[in-house]
Protein backbone atom coordinates (compact mmCIF):
# COMPACT_ATOMS: atom_id res chain seq x y z
CA UNK A 1 0.00 0.00 0.00
CA UNK A 2 1.29 3.50 -0.81
CA UNK A 3 0.63 6.05 1.78
CA UNK A 4 1.43 9.51 2.14
CA UNK A 5 2.61 10.93 5.31
CA UNK A 6 3.75 14.72 6.03
CA UNK A 7 6.00 15.49 9.36
CA UNK A 8 5.92 18.75 10.61
CA UNK A 9 5.99 20.32 6.69
CA UNK A 10 7.58 23.90 6.68
CA UNK A 11 8.08 26.11 3.33
CA UNK A 12 8.96 30.11 4.28
CA UNK A 13 8.79 32.90 1.81
CA UNK A 14 11.18 35.57 3.13
CA UNK A 15 9.86 36.38 6.05
CA UNK A 16 5.80 35.01 5.17
CA UNK A 17 5.45 31.43 6.47
CA UNK A 18 2.97 29.37 3.66
CA UNK A 19 3.14 26.22 5.56
CA UNK A 20 4.00 25.73 9.00
CA UNK A 21 4.50 22.17 10.95
CA UNK A 22 2.05 20.38 8.83
CA UNK A 23 1.70 16.90 9.74
CA UNK A 24 -0.99 14.49 7.88
CA UNK A 25 -1.30 11.41 6.41
CA UNK A 26 -3.18 10.01 3.04
CA UNK A 27 -3.71 6.66 2.97
CA UNK A 28 -3.96 4.12 0.39
CA UNK A 29 -7.30 3.09 -0.52
CA UNK A 30 -8.77 6.56 0.64
CA UNK A 31 -9.98 10.06 -0.49
CA UNK A 32 -8.55 12.47 2.25
CA UNK A 33 -9.67 15.69 1.43
CA UNK A 34 -8.13 19.31 2.35
CA UNK A 35 -10.58 22.33 2.91
CA UNK A 36 -9.10 25.79 3.74
CA UNK A 37 -9.86 29.69 2.89
CA UNK A 38 -8.93 31.34 -0.42
CA UNK A 39 -4.83 31.68 0.88
CA UNK A 40 -4.93 29.01 3.40
CA UNK A 41 -1.58 27.19 1.97
CA UNK A 42 -3.17 24.72 0.43
CA UNK A 43 -2.15 24.86 -3.26
CA UNK A 44 1.47 25.68 -1.78
CA UNK A 45 1.15 22.64 0.22
CA UNK A 46 0.83 20.12 -3.08
CA UNK A 47 3.60 22.09 -4.67
CA UNK A 48 5.59 20.99 -1.48
CA UNK A 49 4.35 17.59 -2.05
CA UNK A 50 5.11 16.71 -5.74
CA UNK A 51 8.56 18.99 -5.87
CA UNK A 52 7.53 21.69 -7.55
CA UNK A 53 8.69 23.62 -4.69
CA UNK A 54 11.38 23.15 -1.73
CA UNK A 55 10.73 22.39 1.66
CA UNK A 56 12.41 25.10 4.39
CA UNK A 57 12.22 21.77 6.94
CA UNK A 58 9.73 18.57 7.70
CA UNK A 59 9.62 15.41 5.42
CA UNK A 60 7.53 14.12 2.72
CA UNK A 61 7.42 9.94 3.29
CA UNK A 62 5.76 8.17 0.17
CA UNK A 63 5.46 4.50 0.32
CA UNK A 64 7.86 4.50 2.87
CA UNK A 65 10.63 6.64 1.62
CA UNK A 66 12.18 9.87 1.75
CA UNK A 67 11.19 12.24 -0.63
CA UNK A 68 11.21 15.68 0.75
CA UNK A 69 13.89 16.85 -1.90
CA UNK A 70 12.78 14.69 -5.20
CA UNK A 71 12.28 16.78 -8.17
CA UNK A 72 9.11 16.94 -9.44
CA UNK A 73 10.25 14.48 -12.08
CA UNK A 74 11.40 11.91 -10.06
CA UNK A 75 8.26 12.53 -7.58
CA UNK A 76 5.94 12.06 -10.69
CA UNK A 77 7.91 8.57 -11.76
CA UNK A 78 7.58 7.44 -7.51
CA UNK A 79 3.75 6.75 -8.63
CA UNK A 80 2.01 11.07 -8.26
CA UNK A 81 -0.38 12.14 -10.53
CA UNK A 82 -1.94 15.38 -10.10
CA UNK A 83 -4.17 18.23 -11.76
CA UNK A 84 -4.02 22.02 -11.39
CA UNK A 85 -5.66 24.77 -10.16
CA UNK A 86 -5.11 26.61 -13.23
CA UNK A 87 -6.03 24.05 -16.29
CA UNK A 88 -2.69 23.11 -18.17
CA UNK A 89 -3.88 21.52 -21.60
CA UNK A 90 -2.05 21.54 -25.16
CA UNK A 91 -5.55 23.40 -26.34
CA UNK A 92 -5.14 23.23 -29.52
CA UNK A 93 -4.37 19.36 -29.82
CA UNK A 94 -7.00 16.76 -29.66
CA UNK A 95 -8.89 15.84 -26.37
CA UNK A 96 -7.24 12.08 -27.16
CA UNK A 97 -3.78 13.47 -27.77
CA UNK A 98 -4.37 15.49 -24.61
CA UNK A 99 -5.02 12.22 -22.52
CA UNK A 100 -2.01 10.43 -24.39
CA UNK A 101 0.61 12.21 -23.48
CA UNK A 102 -0.19 10.47 -19.91
CA UNK A 103 0.60 7.11 -21.05
CA UNK A 104 3.75 7.73 -23.22
CA UNK A 105 5.34 7.38 -19.96
CA UNK A 106 4.61 4.07 -20.00
CA UNK A 107 5.98 3.60 -23.64
CA UNK A 108 8.86 0.24 -24.12
CA UNK A 109 9.54 1.41 -27.89
CA UNK A 110 12.62 3.14 -28.99
CA UNK A 111 11.53 6.80 -30.52
CA UNK A 112 13.83 4.87 -33.29
CA UNK A 113 10.84 2.40 -33.76
CA UNK A 114 7.87 5.08 -33.91
CA UNK A 115 9.90 7.13 -36.68
CA UNK A 116 10.43 4.00 -38.61
CA UNK A 117 6.85 2.94 -38.14
CA UNK A 118 8.04 -0.50 -36.76
CA UNK A 119 5.24 -3.12 -36.46
CA UNK A 120 6.37 -3.10 -32.12
CA UNK A 121 5.31 0.67 -32.25
CA UNK A 122 2.32 0.14 -34.19
CA UNK A 123 0.83 -2.09 -31.44
CA UNK A 124 2.01 0.09 -29.13
CA UNK A 125 0.33 2.89 -29.99
CA UNK A 126 -2.86 1.20 -30.69
CA UNK A 127 -2.89 -0.36 -27.24
CA UNK A 128 -2.04 3.11 -25.67
CA UNK A 129 -5.38 4.21 -28.18
CA UNK A 130 -7.26 1.77 -26.60
CA UNK A 131 -6.35 2.23 -22.99
CA UNK A 132 -7.35 6.28 -23.58
CA UNK A 133 -10.52 5.39 -25.35
CA UNK A 134 -11.52 3.27 -21.92
CA UNK A 135 -10.24 6.34 -19.81
CA UNK A 136 -12.19 8.49 -22.05
CA UNK A 137 -15.18 6.16 -21.37
CA UNK A 138 -15.30 6.01 -17.94
CA UNK A 139 -15.37 10.00 -18.19
CA UNK A 140 -18.27 9.90 -20.65
CA UNK A 141 -15.86 11.90 -22.55
CA UNK A 142 -16.06 9.43 -25.94
CA UNK A 143 -18.25 11.93 -28.20
CA UNK A 144 -15.37 14.59 -27.66
CA UNK A 145 -12.40 12.34 -28.32
CA UNK A 146 -11.27 14.45 -31.41
CA UNK A 147 -12.13 17.82 -30.18
CA UNK A 148 -9.67 20.79 -29.34
CA UNK A 149 -9.26 20.50 -25.99
CA UNK A 150 -9.58 24.09 -25.86
CA UNK A 151 -12.79 23.67 -27.27
CA UNK A 152 -14.76 22.47 -24.14
CA UNK A 153 -16.69 23.86 -21.40
CA UNK A 154 -14.66 24.33 -18.27
CA UNK A 155 -16.00 21.59 -16.77
CA UNK A 156 -15.12 19.03 -19.22
CA UNK A 157 -11.29 20.52 -19.75
CA UNK A 158 -11.18 19.80 -16.03
CA UNK A 159 -11.90 16.17 -17.07
CA UNK A 160 -9.52 15.68 -19.93
CA UNK A 161 -6.66 17.15 -16.87
CA UNK A 162 -7.77 14.83 -14.72
CA UNK A 163 -7.13 11.35 -16.97
CA UNK A 164 -4.24 13.03 -18.26
CA UNK A 165 -3.00 12.71 -14.57
CA UNK A 166 -4.87 9.32 -14.60
CA UNK A 167 -3.18 7.92 -17.62
CA UNK A 168 0.00 8.07 -15.88
CA UNK A 169 -0.89 4.98 -13.46
CA UNK A 170 -0.07 6.82 -10.32
CA UNK A 171 -0.84 5.86 -6.76
CA UNK A 172 -1.77 8.68 -5.50
CA UNK A 173 -3.67 11.58 -7.03
CA UNK A 174 -3.77 14.95 -5.78
CA UNK A 175 -6.54 16.86 -7.33
CA UNK A 176 -7.01 20.49 -7.05
CA UNK A 177 -10.49 21.66 -7.00
CA UNK A 178 -11.76 19.28 -9.38
CA UNK A 179 -15.80 20.00 -9.46
CA UNK A 180 -15.35 24.03 -9.94
CA UNK A 181 -17.24 24.69 -12.71
CA UNK A 182 -19.60 21.61 -12.92
CA UNK A 183 -22.98 21.23 -11.90
CA UNK A 184 -24.33 18.94 -9.59
CA UNK A 185 -25.22 16.01 -11.88
CA UNK A 186 -21.07 15.84 -13.19
CA UNK A 187 -19.55 16.01 -9.95
CA UNK A 188 -22.18 13.25 -8.48
CA UNK A 189 -20.85 11.06 -11.65
CA UNK A 190 -16.93 11.90 -10.99
CA UNK A 191 -17.39 11.29 -7.07
CA UNK A 192 -18.53 7.96 -8.23
CA UNK A 193 -15.17 7.57 -10.38
CA UNK A 194 -13.20 8.87 -7.54
CA UNK A 195 -14.80 6.40 -4.96
CA UNK A 196 -13.76 3.21 -7.85
CA UNK A 197 -10.51 4.39 -7.74
CA UNK A 198 -10.23 4.49 -3.90
CA UNK A 199 -11.84 1.52 -3.65
CA UNK A 200 -9.51 0.04 -6.27
CA UNK A 201 -6.46 1.18 -3.79
CA UNK A 202 -5.74 4.46 -4.85
CA UNK A 203 -4.64 7.05 -2.58
CA UNK A 204 -6.72 10.29 -3.52
CA UNK A 205 -5.60 14.03 -1.60
CA UNK A 206 -8.66 16.10 -3.00
CA UNK A 207 -8.42 19.79 -2.36
CA UNK A 208 -12.72 21.54 -2.63
CA UNK A 209 -14.74 24.67 -1.88
CA UNK A 210 -17.27 22.62 -2.52
CA UNK A 211 -18.44 21.39 1.15
CA UNK A 212 -21.49 19.57 -0.01
CA UNK A 213 -19.15 17.36 -2.06
CA UNK A 214 -16.53 16.69 1.00
CA UNK A 215 -19.47 15.87 3.04
CA UNK A 216 -20.67 13.32 0.72
CA UNK A 217 -16.96 11.89 -0.38
CA UNK A 218 -13.88 12.41 1.83
CA UNK A 219 -13.16 9.33 4.57
CA UNK A 220 -11.13 11.89 6.68
CA UNK A 221 -10.87 15.86 6.14
CA UNK A 222 -7.46 18.53 7.10
CA UNK A 223 -8.61 22.00 7.61
CA UNK A 224 -5.78 24.97 6.44
CA UNK A 225 -5.69 28.39 7.56
CA UNK A 226 -2.65 30.69 7.00
CA UNK A 227 -0.30 27.52 6.71
CA UNK A 228 -1.23 25.23 9.31
CA UNK A 229 -3.63 23.30 10.60
CA UNK A 230 -6.57 24.50 12.43
CA UNK A 231 -9.06 20.63 12.45
CA UNK A 232 -8.95 17.11 11.28
CA UNK A 233 -11.59 14.53 11.71
CA UNK A 234 -14.30 12.90 9.91
CA UNK A 235 -16.61 15.04 7.10
CA UNK A 236 -19.41 15.50 9.54
CA UNK A 237 -17.54 16.85 12.46
CA UNK A 238 -14.97 19.31 10.40
CA UNK A 239 -17.80 21.15 9.04
CA UNK A 240 -19.10 21.97 12.67
CA UNK A 241 -16.17 22.47 14.32
CA UNK A 242 -16.48 26.24 15.37
CA UNK A 243 -12.49 27.20 14.62
CA UNK A 244 -13.75 25.69 10.99
CA UNK A 245 -17.15 27.74 10.97
CA UNK A 246 -14.77 31.01 11.87
CA UNK A 247 -12.24 30.56 8.96
CA UNK A 248 -14.74 30.47 6.43
CA UNK A 249 -16.78 33.44 7.67
CA UNK A 250 -14.00 35.40 9.37
CA UNK A 251 -15.32 35.44 12.56
CA UNK A 252 -13.86 35.02 16.20
Keep these: ????????????FGGVTASRDVSMQVPAGRITG????NGAGKTTLINLITGMLSLSSGKVMFGGRDISHDAADKVARAGMGRTFQNI????????????????HRHETCSLLSAILGLPSSRREDAELRRRTMALLERFDMTEHAQSHAGSLAYGHQRKVEMMRALATDPDLILLDEPV??????????LGRIF???????????????NMRFVRELCDYVYVLDGGRLIAEGKPRDVVADPAVIAAYLGEE
Design 1 to 12: MTDLVLEKVNKN
Design 34 to 37: LIGP
Design 88 to 103: RLQKEASVLANVMVGY
Design 180 to 189: AGMNDVEALH
Design 195 to 209: RRLADEGKAILLIEH
